[in-house]
């Protein structure tokens, strides 16, 4: 079994930061990609930011500039660095990796369970 779990979500004001963390754990070979996913309330989970296991990074233009992701693979931990939220950044993130497990010959996608941002004005 494997699991991501985020964490760092909370309430803040417009043009604040935060920084999010998703841990994974358990039966874990190696990690490829991990990704940071949000929703807002009444609209589809969009991209956010992705990183390869070698670091290249890849983010929606709405947060270009304001967001950086980055991982530990020591510690099997990606995060997003969030600075300058605005209104529209307000969602659940959810955090999303591929990983290979011990005994299996193909990675699999794993979800987090979600952790809430919220802006306020």
């Known amino acids: 079994q494997v699991q991501l779990v985020e964490s760092g979500g909370d309430l803040v004001q417009a043009g604040g930061s935060l920084r999010l963390s998703c841990a994974a754990s358990?039966?874990?070979?190696?990690?490829?990609?991990m990704s940071w996913y949000r929703q807002a309330p009444g609209k589809q989970r969009e991209l956010v930011a992705l990183?390869?296991?070698?670091?290249?990074?890849k983010y929606a233009d709405s947060v270009k500039g304001r967001f950086t992701i980055s991982r530990d693979n020591a510690k099997n931990t990606v995060y997003l660095q969030m600075i300058s939220l605005e209104l529209e950044d307000r969602a659940d993130y959810y955090c999303?990796?591929?990983?290979?497990?011990?005994?299996?010959?193909?990675?699999?996608?794993?979800w987090g369970q979600g952790t809430q941002v919220t802006v306020s004005s």
């Open positions: 358990g039966n874990i070979f190696s990690i490829n990609g």
């Open positions: 999303n990796a591929a990983i290979l497990s011990g005994g299996d010959d193909y990675p699999v996608n794993y």
């Open positions: 990183i390869t296991r070698g670091g290249s990074t």
